[in-house]
């Protein structure tokens, strides 16, 4: 089973895999939870990259190096997992791409999607959560976490509503894929929520 968890940053997408991560382990699953961008020793000198060079990227490169990191990724660890029959839990994936990318940078949308799924060879999750929170609400989280903010957490505040506007057309797009949680919500109401999702989808698979 393959679950993404995508939302604005500082929206608890970290707080949410990990809480997961522990639930899906207690039930003897195998587990193997990563990100992107950074789920390989590859990705994790392209996140440098991406998050943290000082240099202007263009938004089409800065595209080109997410779909990169994408692709090494599902290629050597996501896909080869799945096939084990272990459970992926990731935070983050080509979802961001089309909101960040898409409707921050503004560039086309359907190409980003494209562009992403010729990355991943057409790998699409069983479920994807969706974090939605208000912009200004996961600003303040990140401030009073009190790390240096990257290239993307750095942009304005419209640029994440444009994400934030994003994230929730795809959902209302994919009903079936798309769990949508209010992630202003104390984080063990939304791991209950996110639980019965996901204890709904194991059922399902063990018919
Ligand atoms: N439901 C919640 N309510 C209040 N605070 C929360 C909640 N979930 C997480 N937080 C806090 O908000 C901050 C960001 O959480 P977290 O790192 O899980 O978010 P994230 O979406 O993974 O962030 P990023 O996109 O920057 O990686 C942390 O300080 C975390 O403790
Ligand atoms: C996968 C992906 C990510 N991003 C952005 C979103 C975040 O601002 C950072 C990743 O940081 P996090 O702490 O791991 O959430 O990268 C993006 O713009 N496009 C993507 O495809």
């Given at each position: 089973m393959f679950i993404t968890l995508e939302g604005g940053d500082g929206s608890g997408k970290s707080t949410q895999a990990e809480?997961?991560?522990?639930?899906?382990?207690?039930?003897?699953?195998t587990v193997v939870r990563t990100r992107e961008p950074g789920g390989t020793e590859f990705g994790t000198e392209v996140r440098e990259i991406v998050l943290h060079s000082r240099g202007h990227i263009s938004p089409r490169a800065e595209a080109l190096l997410y779909a990169a990191d994408r692709a090494q990724h599902i290629a050597t660890k996501v896909r080869p997992a799945l096939e084990r029959g272990d459970v992926v839990v990731q935070d983050r994936y080509?979802?961001?791409?089309?909101?960040?990318?898409?409707?921050?940078?503004?560039?086309?949308?359907?190409?980003?999607?494209?562009?992403?799924?010729?990355?991943?060879?057409?790998?699409?999750?069983?479920?994807?959560?969706?974090?939605?929170l208000d912009e200004d609400v996961a600003r303040a989280r990140l401030d009073g976490a009190n790390k240096?903010?990257?290239?993307?957490?750095?942009?304005?505040?419209?640029?994440?509503?444009?994400?934030?506007?994003?994230?929730?057309?795809?959902?209302?797009?994919?009903?079936?894929?798309?769990?949508?949680?209010?992630?202003?919500?104390?984080?063990?109401?939304?791991?209950?929520?996110?639980?019965?999702r996901v204890e709904e989808l194991l059922v399902r698979r063990s018919q």
């Open positions: 809480i997961l991560e522990s639930w899906l382990t207690a039930l003897g699953r080509l979802d961001s791409s089309v909101a960040y990318q898409g409707a921050g940078r503004v560039l086309d949308a359907g190409e980003i999607r494209n562009l992403s799924l010729w990355a991943a060879e057409g790998l699409l999750p069983d479920v994807t959560i969706l974090l939605d240096r903010f990257d290239r993307l957490e750095a942009e304005k505040s419209d640029f994440h509503r444009r994400v934030r506007e994003a994230f929730l057309a795809l959902a209302a797009a994919e009903p079936e894929r798309f769990l949508v949680v209010d992630a202003a919500l104390p984080p063990e109401e939304i791991a209950a929520v996110v639980r019965a």
